[in-house]
């Protein structure tokens, strides 16, 4: 089957691009007049939409090409990750929602100021902003992989970087158009169409397969070597199974909070909600709505193991290079035209406007503005202007980044979703355990809290098999999953946090919010 774009692909490109350039447009004819209008949508974001956007956000390119190849050669067992997102859902909207409204705060770290001092809430930011580099450039990297395969039919290092830097235009071109609302919108865009693409190529994937519904699921079921693809909750005491019950009770909720609470990539559209009510509301509606989202790309994985069943198995590689199994039924299988709506799906799926308004967000708010109101006062126009330019900034650190990514992933020999989602422990482990001591204790100060990152940091760089390599650590150590490396980073952060005697500023502020 002919593998390269056709007319009829490039023509649904450029049919997506126009109608993202038609929300962008549509989206900001309102015009930005503050800091709140640009960073949080003047608080007016609907609770559907801001729900909507959640979901764009946390379902990546990770969930359009990982999910998939994990259900072809497991089982269902990621779904249950939803349990510890719902369990997360419950700890942000009972804990962080309310204190977030109660102090009024533009980002997740001001909370840190009322509790500690400037020097804490600034750290955090930084924490994050390493942390959301780290994340969102490996979320671009894997989806160059994907623009890379489809174009250029391979992944070398050159055409990679390309399609990282095409894929990156898309996100500066709607983050500096208008802000928050903007992306929000072009959001909704996205959402519809990666699930549209999704849903068009499971039917399609279905109509290829010889079995009905019955034969299908006994063969599932009863999958060669004894398997049952269709299990949902893995409840071995396995410290190598990223998605066990276990590691999702433990590891995975707290995943959760850090990215629903404690991530300003998330906590900023929450927050932009009229009020903490609406917003956990969006939070909520966000993760049910995703139970479907993720089953539906489980699905495709377990009828491509249907599909290949009944035929030749994929190698694994195309054109010499490792690709996922779905990406290899992109690239042999599907018509012309379908191939160009799944580039738009992979496209929507990995779109980084939004980590770069909340990076922007942090940068701008956090660290610059306190130090440019110590020379002069600036009005709103001012900071709108700082948070673009900080954009730009922000797109060149993820594109090199996704550079990175390209051999940190080889070296590792992680899955793609794998390797996504545990490059997030790194910043969440030092933020949660931080949060927990400054919430529910009095102890902590400025300097422990400090401290505290660097060893939540540190304690997940030990896991990670070049520094396990060059240091000669324990081999035991490269089998631990990503939950679970997160639960060490957590508790070693918040017990370096804890170590402080206590340092006493706006904790009544603070803790007034758990009361609203």
Known sequence: MQTSFTLADWAVLAGYVLLLATAGWLSTRRGLASRDDYFLAGHHAPTWLVAISVLSTVQSAATFLGAPDSSYRGNFTYLSGVIGALLAAWIVARVLIPRFYALGVTTVYELLETRFDATARRAAALMYLLGRILASGARLY?????????????????????????????????????????????????????????????????????????????????????????????????????????????????????????????????????????????????????????????????????????????????????????????????????????????????????????????????????????????????????????????????????????????????????????????????????YAIALFTTRGSSASVIAAFAAGFLTVLAFQPYVIDSLNLPESLRGIAFPWQLVAGTLIAAAVCAIASGQASGKGVVRSGATR
Request: glycine share 10%.
């Open 142 to 434: 894997l989806a160059a992989i994907a623009v890379s395969m489809i174009l250029f039919l391979d992944v070398d290092p050159q055409h990679i970087a390309i399609s990282a830097f095409i894929l990156l235009l898309f996100g500066l071109v709607f983050t500096f158009m208008g802000g928050l609302n903007s992306i929000i919108w072009s959001d909704l865009v996205q959402v519809v169409l990666y699930v549209g693409a999704a849903l068009i190529v499971a039917i399609y994937l279905w109509s290829l397969i010889p079995l009905d519904f019955g034969q299908a699921v006994d063969a599932l079921r009863h999958a060669p070597g004894g398997t049952d693809k269709l299990v949902l909750i893995d409840t071995s005491l396995n410290l190598s199974a990223p998605f066990g019950i276990f590691a999702v009770l433990t590891g995975v909720t707290l995943l959760n909070v850090g990215s629903s609470g404690l991530d300003q990539d998330i906590t900023q559209r929450l927050i932009a909600c009229r009020d903490a009510r609406q917003g956990n509301r969006a939070l909520y509606l966000a993760n049910w709505v995703s139970l479907p989202v993720i089953a539906l790309f489980l699905l495709i994985g377990a009828l491509l193991h249907l599909y290949y069943a009944s035929g030749s198995a994929p190698s694994g590689s195309f054109n010499g290079e490792k690709v996922t199994v779905f990406m290899h039924f992109i690239l042999t299988e599907l018509p012309p035209g379908l191939r160009g709506l799944v580039t738009v799906g992979v496209i929507a799926a990995a779109a980084i406007n939004s980590g770069l308004i909340s990076m922007a967000s942090v940068l701008v708010n956090d660290l610059y503005r306190p130090l440019a109101e110590r020379r002069a006062p600036r009005g709103d126009a001012h900071y709108v202007r700082a948070g673009r330019i900080a954009t730009i900034v922000l797109g060149c650190a993820l594109f090199g980044m996704a550079i990175l990514s390209y051999y940190w992933q080889r070296y590792a020999d992680s899955s793609l979703l794998e390797f996504v989602l545990g490059v997030m422990a790194f910043a969440y482990s030092g933020l949660i355990g931080v």
